[in-house]
T-cell receptor, first 115, second 114 residues
Framework: EPEVTQTPSHQVTQMGQEVILRCVPI?????FYWYRQILGQKVEFLVS????????KSEIFDDQFSVERPDGSNFTLKIRSTKLEDSAMYFC?????????????FGAGTRLSVL | AQKVTQAQTEISVVEKEDVTLDCVYE???????LFWYKQPPSGELVFLIR??????QNEISGRYSWNFQKSTSSFNFTITASQVVDSAVYFC???????????FGKGTRLSVIA
C-alpha cells in the first residue's frame, strides 16, 4: 500500500541551526501539507502546497519556515533558525485530488528536538 | 469559526468493554468533512474514516462504528469489545469546506487494560 515517507524519524539540533525535514508524498498525489504537534497537544496546520506554490499557511508558518518541492518526489520543510519552541513532531501529509474524498494521508512524522 | 471539541481527555477501559469517544464540531459551512485519525504509541497518524456533511448514515467497520448526527453537530466513535491494541490517542478532525486544511480536536487518549 502506498505511504507517505518522512526522514529523518528524529532530528536533534542546536538552537539557531537550520533544519530540513524531508517527505516523499504518495506518488500521483497533488496536494501536500505540513502539520506539527507539540508534545501532548493537538495537531496544528502549518502550510499547504499545490501546483508548486503555497496555497495556504497558518500564523505559525512565519518567515523562518519555507517549503519546497525540489523534484517530482520530495517535499521539504525548512526551518532557518530553530528556536526551542520549534521542538515538536512534524507531520507531512498528501492528498490525491479534491474529488478523492478529501482524505489526507500522513507520514509517521519527524520528531524535532531543539536544544 | 471552525472548531472540534473532544471533551474526554483520557479514557481507561478494561479489555472487551465497549467505549465511545465523543466529538462535537462547529462550522458555518454547509458542506464539510469529518474524520477520525488514530495515533498509536509509535506516533504516526492513521486515517480511520471520513464522512461528508450530506451523508448521515452511520457506519460500521468490524469493531468500529461511527454515529454522525448533524442535529447535535456530533460525530462519535464507538469501539466494541475493546482490545489492548486499541490503546492510542484518537483525533476527530474537520475540513470546513472545499480544499482547506484539517482542523483537529485535542484528542482522546484511550487506554485499554488487559
Amino acid at each position: 500500500e502506498p505511504e507517505v515517507t518522512q526522514t529523518p524519524s528524529h532530528q536533534v539540533t542546536q538552537m539557531g541551526q537550520e533544519v530540513i525535514l524531508r517527505c516523499v508524498p504518495i506518488s500521483n498525489h497533488l496536494y501536500f501539507y505540513w502539520y506539527r504537534q507539540i508534545l501532548g497537544q493537538k495537531v496544528e496546520f502549518l502550510v499547504s502546497f499545490y501546483n508548486n506554490e503555497i496555497s495556504e499557511k497558518s500564523e505559525i508558518f512565519d518567515d523562518q519556515f519555507s517549503v519546497e518541492r525540489p523534484d517530482g518526489s520530495n517535499f521539504t520543510l525548512k526551518i532557518r533558525s530553530t528556536k526551542l519552541e520549534d521542538s515538536a513532531m512534524y507531520f507531512c501529509a498528501s492528498k490525491s485530488d479534491f474529488l478523492a474524498k478529501n482524505i489526507q494521508y500522513f507520514g509517521a512524522g519527524t520528531r524535532l528536538s531543539v536544544l | 469559526a471552525q472548531k472540534v471539541t473532544q471533551a474526554q481527555t483520557e479514557i481507561s477501559v478494561v479489555e472487551k468493554e465497549d467505549v465511545t469517544l465523543d466529538c462535537v464540531y462547529e462550522t458555518r459551512d454547509t458542506t464539510y468533512y469529518l474524520f477520525w485519525y488514530k495515533q498509536p504509541p509509535s506516533g504516526e497518524l492513521v486515517f480511520l474514516i471520513r464522512r461528508n456533511s450530506f451523508d448521515e448514515q452511520n457506519e460500521i467497520s468490524g469493531r468500529y462504528s461511527w454515529n454522525f448526527q448533524k442535529s447535535t453537530s456530533s460525530f462519535n466513535f464507538t469501539i466494541t469489545a475493546s482490545q489492548v491494541v486499541d490503546s492510542a490517542v484518537y483525533f476527530c478532525a474537520l475540513i470546513p469546506s472545499g480544499n482547506t486544511p484539517l482542523v483537529f480536536g485535542k484528542g482522546t487518549r484511550l487506554s485499554v487494560i488487559a
